[in-house]
């Protein structure tokens, strides 16, 4: 498949940071741009008019929580630590 509209394959990108440089800037400032609304407007510890957190790092925003809820204090200590 193609990555651009100018007939670019993904093929044709590098490995590693050399593909940092294949991508075209437009694309860059676009990932950078997601990332920053991501990061400024959605994965708040209370976006949308959510109860803030539990604790730091809760980002479930009053929405899915694959079974937080139903997780003992253990299990949820030790699924805290694994992230670290």
């Given amino acids: 498949g193609d990555i651009d509209?100018?007939?670019?394959?993904?093929?044709?990108?590098?490995?590693?940071?050399?593909?940092?440089?294949?991508?075209?800037?437009?694309?860059?400032?676009q990932m950078l741009a997601f990332v920053g609304f991501l990061e400024g407007f959605v994965m708040l510890d209370s976006a949308n008019g959510a109860e803030p957190g539990e604790f730091v790092g809760d980002l479930r925003n009053g929405s899915l929580d694959f079974g937080w809820d139903t997780f003992d204090d253990e299990q949820q200590d030790f699924k805290r630590g694994v992230e670290l």
């Avoid at 509209?5 to 400032?29: D, K, T």
């Fill in 5 to 29: 509209f100018s007939g670019n394959s993904f093929e044709s990108i590098p490995n590693g940071w050399a593909a940092v440089q294949a991508i075209p800037e437009s694309g860059l400032l």
